[in-house]
């Protein structure tokens, strides 16, 4: 950090520690990590990547439970029943009045095969049948226990594929997820900075403005004596006008920007904002082939690659089996009884079995199948082209970004030096105005180089920031700790 910034720092803190007194307002001094800090904690878009991540978690969860068993109770009290239905008896159908309540309860076990794509089951089952008439007649069927199996033989299994691609695709979630944290260092660097140079410029523009005061007061006295000419006077009195319009201007530019950085953050309104300029991070020069290892490692595109390959030959394999020979296996092995008496409902159950094989030969379809399995074939080449390009294009965006930032240290050293050397050509002209050696115009001019200078620094100091999380985002690699960035995941609400 030059030197003036040091010296605006420190008149930033003693400006707002007044500000504070006078106004009863908390004064805040923020560094750069403690604003990329809270606004990874409070900030709206960490908020929306946590939500995001969350809803991934969960998605995850409820594929993993799909292949858990399930327990099932199912009960009907009662059903109650009164129509007119026919009756077919030795002498001919007749029309008879029948008034019927059933009540039923059943409990169920299923699992889903993940191997095979079919599902097991075990049931139990009671009912209870009322007859009502000239007397009411009271039946129950009882099914202990069913054990049986619904299983495709030649089918889609989409389990299989789900297999492969949810963990996967819960993986790319965790990784998204510490690319949106990052993401959301990058906002809150470029909102750091853009208060902190309005901050900067307001505090340039109040020093222009004593600097000009004071030169008009000493340009004044001279015209006075005869020594300058009025045009000169006047030039310097412009220059205080526009100076004093400027800081007007900048306090307002001051106030914009930090209630974008108080609303970013989500900071009480009562506290006056006073950011201290940040020095370079120590990070060493990167090299390429290094980060784009790290990126193919741990960046989630990397991973949604491989998953985007295996849909597509998952969407391959589903329009090959569903357009052929087809067939399918039930099979039910269990118990069961019937009685007028709820206490012999369970004694002496009789077996009970059923098989049924189905199956399903496409014939005549005009070519419908073969349609969908080219149309299938042709989605997945043009997957495979897809991704090859997004791979080159994802190394080739790691290497740019490499080659910018290590450009950018050599750009903050520049702007560094330019502005020492700039403030010094400012003093110097300064005081040989004042001994009458140059005239305002250069004067004027040194003026503008210091500014810019100054300005021009800030921004290399901002670029150069912006450059490193970008880095991080784009390989979730700590250059400095020369480690993977890691989150402790259990740590968001509702993840276990």
């Known amino acids: 950090m030059t030197r003036i910034l040091k010296l605006f720092s420190l008149l930033f803190l003693i400006a707002g520690f007044y500000s504070g007194a006078v106004a009863q307002t908390k004064t805040r001094v923020l560094t750069l990590p403690e604003v990329i800090e809270i606004a990874k904690r409070q900030s709206p878009d960490a908020l929306t990547a946590m939500h995001r991540f969350r809803s991934s978690y969960w998605q995850y969860r409820n594929y993993k439970a799909g292949l858990m068993p399930m327990l099932t109770l199912d009960a009907t009290l009662p059903s109650l029943s009164r129509s007119i239905e026919k009756i077919i008896t030795t002498e001919g159908d007749v029309y008879s009045e029948r008034n019927v309540a059933t009540y039923s309860s059943g409990l169920s076990l299923t699992k889903n095969i993940g191997l095979t794509g079919g599902q097991i089951f075990l049931n139990s089952n009671l009912q209870r049948l009322d007859q009502f008439g000239d007397s009411t007649i009271t039946s129950y069927l009882s099914t202990p226990l069913n054990i049986g199996i619904n299983q495709p033989l030649f089918n889609y299994n989409a389990y299989k594929w789900l297999r492969k691609t949810e963990p996967m695709r819960y993986s790319e979630a965790e990784r998204r997820y510490l690319e949106d944290v990052e993401r959301v260092s990058i906002s809150a660097a470029d909102q750091f900075f853009s208060l902190l140079d309005a901050q900067i410029r307001l505090r340039i523009q109040q020093l222009n403005q004593s600097n000009n005061d004071t030169l008009y007061q000493i340009a004044r006295g001279r015209y006075n004596i005869g020594t300058i000419a009025e045009n000169e006077l006047l030039q310097i009195e412009l220059s205080l006008l526009n100076s004093r319009s400027a800081v007007e201007n900048a306090n307002l530019d001051v106030e914009m920007k930090t209630f ?72 039910v092995y ?108 250069d004067l004027n001019i040194a003026q503008t180089e210091k500014d810019n200078a100054q300005q021009g620094y800030i921004a290399a100091l901002s670029l150069y920031w912006r450059s490193f999380y970008e880095l991080r985002r784009l390989t979730l690699y700590d250059f400095v700790a020369h480690n993977r960035i890691i989150f402790h995941f259990e740590d968001i609400p509702d993840v276990e």
């Open 334 to 441: 269990g118990l069961t009884q019937s009685t007028d008496n709820i206490q012999d409902v369970y004694r002496d159950p009789q077996e009970q079995q059923q098989l049924e094989l189905g199956i399903s030969i496409p014939i005549l379809d005009w070519g419908y199948a073969r349609g969908r399995i080219k149309l299938a074939e042709s989605d997945q080449e043009l997957q495979k082209t897809a991704v090859q390009q997004e791979m080159l294009d994802f190394d080739q965006e790691v290497f740019l970004k490499v080659m910018q930032f290590n450009m950018q240290r050599n750009q903050l050293v520049i702007a560094a030096k330019s502005d020492t050397v700039a403030l010094k050509r400012y003093e110097v002209t300064k005081q040989r105005y004042l001994i009458g050696k140059i005239g305002i115009t």
């Open 260 to 331: 974008n950085l108080r609303s970013f953050l989500r900071l009480s309104e009562n506290e006056t904002i006073v950011l201290v300029a940040p020095q370079s991070p120590p990070a060493p020069v990167i090299e390429a082939q290094l980060a784009i290892n790290e990126a193919r490692e741990n960046r989630a595109d990397a991973l949604a690659f491989d998953r985007r390959l295996i849909e597509a030959e998952g969407a391959v394999n589903k329009a090959r089996t569903e357009n052929r020979f087809n067939a399918n296996l039930f099979a």
